[in-house]
């Protein structure tokens, strides 16, 4: 079992930042891999940025060049770095974690509101 608290979220005005955490505890060694997914309003929940084991990352087309996603193991932390955030940005982000076993973990989710 892995258990993820995601942290950070808050109301941000448009072109600015947030670093949004991720802390995993449990089965930390049985992860392969971690990502972002947001839900907006009326949407369907959808892939932001991901991880693997090696640090190989992939993100969503809208977001490249603006998020970053970084793990710190030492930590068992995963960050999800947003830069320039748009109104179209706003969602609840959830973290996710992924076993062996293909199981997938899912935290709460934190709320990101980009709105002047």
């Known amino acids: 079992q892995v258990q993820l608290v995601e942290s950070g979220g808050g109301l941000v005005q448009p072109g600015g930042s947030l670093r949004l955490s991720c802390a995993a505890s449990g089965s930390i060694v049985s992860i392969v891999a971690m990502g972002w997914y947001r839900q907006a309003p009326g949407k369907q929940r959808e892939l932001v940025a991901a991880?693997?084991?090696?640090?190989?990352?992939n993100y969503e087309d809208s977001v490249k060049g603006r998020f970053t996603v970084s793990r710190d193991h030492a930590k068992n932390t995963m960050y999800l770095h947003m830069n320039r955030l748009r109104p179209e940005d706003t969602a609840v982000y959830y973290c996710n974690a992924e076993d062996y076993y293909n199981v997938h973990y899912w935290g709460n989710g934190t709320l990101v509101t980009v709105s002047s």
């Open positions: 991880i693997v084991g090696g640090g190989s990352t």
